[in-house]
């Protein structure tokens, strides 16, 4: 048994995975909905070097005129261009400040493909807040560029070598949690129903938090889950006596785009427990525990007419959920393709 280091987890692993306030406002802006060039402009007022890449590449298509402010630059890009490369930009300076920028606009929009793809995935499910929804995914943006390389070796579980196999796993897990949390709760009035997608989405981002904290911890956590057939949240307290429900919370609150599903997060499988600590959060943390059971089921091979209600009956009084709701739910699941 390892013990998680707090001095070690905070030092190594959280805080240089906070964004500066920079980053994180222009997140904000972006999750409004509403953000404009203007928005970006204000948030860019005091970054030279970013400000002169956005003009630079825009008067590499540019036709007509040289460009020399930002809201000429960005009407001639396109808002969402502009967002995916300053963010992606951002992310090459927090975890390497010293190196170049990249020499094609498309390199730097790559470096957040999550963020871009969960927008995306939102947009699908008719969801009217997909800029929500690509905050989550900058969060496994933000993750990935710090363990991307990362060199592990002798490790029981030789796919965990790959530090992009834990992002995928988790990342596929946590958009099929989403895209089930928006279906289920878009039948109930709930206080944060804005952050359903998102909060389905990062449900087990502690999972990388761990392995970015120690990948041989990781990866005896699940040796012992495969050899003794146990849940893996068994073998993770086992091996650490903390759980990755609660490593992800420790997380999301350092940022301030996503702080407030951080508890919804931390009690999604003991959601009972924010029954009079926070009642609104409480629901939020039901739908996700309801979509957490649903999606598990079914990637264990589970058929939806042979899902266990009784395991979910005292969370569907919590919302009030109808057996019909439910049913309706684990069809929308079954056929649900990532």
């Not at 790559?110 to 963020?115: G, K």
């Not at 807040?129 to 579980?157: H, M, Q, R």
Request: aromatic letters at 8%; proline letters at 3%.
């Amino acid at each position: 048994m390892n013990e998680i280091n707090m001095r070690k987890l905070y030092t190594n692993v959280l805080v240089p995975l906070t964004p500066s306030k920079s980053i994180q406002k222009i997140i904000e802006i972006t999750m409004t909905g509403s953000a404009d060039a203007e928005h970006y402009i204000d948030a860019l007022e005091n970054n030279k070097e970013i400000t002169k890449y956005i003009l630079n590449a825009a008067n590499a298509i540019s036709k007509t005129s040289t460009i020399k402010d930002l809201a000429h630059g960005m009407a001639l890009l396109g808002v969402n261009k502009i967002r995916d490369t300053v963010l992606g930009i951002s992310l090459i300076k927090m975890f390497n400040p010293a190196s170049d920028l990249p020499t094609k606009f498309s390199d730097a929009i790559e470096l957040v493909e999550h963020a871009v793809k969960a927008e995306e995935q939102s947009i699908t499910l008719r969801s009217n807040y997909p800029e929500v929804a690509y905050a989550g995914g900058f969060v496994f943006d933000l993750i990935y560029n710090k363990i991307k390389n990362y060199t592990v070796k002798n490790l029981d579980n030789k796919e965990l070598s790959e530090p992009s196999y834990i992002v995928n796993e988790v990342w596929d897990s946590g958009l099929k949690t989403a895209m089930v949390c928006e279906k289920l709760g878009s039948h109930f009035k709930i206080m944060h129903k804005k952050y359903l997608f998102v909060t389905g989405l990062v449900h087990n981002i502690g999972k990388i938090v761990l392995y970015a904290y120690d990948p041989i911890q990781y990866d005896n956590i699940v040796t012992n889950m495969k050899q003794n057939n146990i849940l893996y949240s068994k073998a993770e307290y086992e091996e650490i006596l903390f759980s990755h429900s609660s490593l992800g919370s420790l997380f999301l609150k350092l940022l301030s785009f996503l702080e407030i599903v951080e508890k919804a997060v931390d009690f999604h499988h003991d959601v009972h427990l924010l029954k009079h600590d926070d009642v609104e959060l409480y629901e939020l943390a039901t739908i996700l525990n309801i979509s957490t059971n649903i999606v598990s089921f079914l990637g264990d091979g589970g058929k939806p007419e042979e899902f266990p209600l009784e395991k979910i009956v005292d969370e569907m009084s919590v919302i009030n959920c109808s057996e019909k709701i439910i049913r309706e739910t684990l069809d929308f699941a079954s056929k649900t393709k990532i």
